[in-house]
Nanobody, 119 residues
Framework: QVKLVESGGGLVQAGGSHRLSCKAS????????RAWYRQVPGRERELVAE????????YAASVKDRFTISRDNATNTIFYLQMNRLTPDDTAVYYC????????????WGQGTQVTVST
């Protein structure tokens, strides 16, 4: 089992920056994919950014060039989402997510953290 805990949510002014963190604990070996998703009421959860063990990253078109996903290579248990030039459209509950190489059909999710961008 893997437990994920997000931190860093809060209220941010439009145009500002903010960073979310996700700490993984438990059986964290073989984590292959680390990602951030977000969800607003009435809409499906959407992928924001993903980083693979190889270092490959991909981003939703709406956040590309504004958001950066990264991982702490020293601990291999924490990863981040740096969000710049935030807009009210970025307001959502953000969830971190991992998937393991040896258990590809089991997704692990954090509890979610609210990010609200004010005008």
């Amino acid at each position: 089992q893997v437990k994920l805990v997000e931190s860093g949510g809060g209220l941010v002014q439009a145009g500002g920056s903010h960073r979310l963190s996700c700490k993984a604990s438990g059986m964290t070996f073989s984590i292959n994919i680390r990602a951030w998703y977000r969800q607003v009421p009435g809409r499906e959860r959407e992928l924001v950014a993903e980083i693979r063990r190889s270092g490959f990253t991909q981003y939703a078109a709406s956040v590309k060039d504004r958001f950066t996903i990264s991982r702490d290579n020293a601990t291999n248990t924490i990863f981040y989402l740096q969000m710049n030039r935030l807009t009210p459209d970025d307001t959502a509950v953000y969830y971190c997510y991992v998937r393991k190489t040896n258990d590809p059909h089991t997704p692990y999710w954090g509890q979610g953290t609210q990010v609200t961008v004010s005008t």
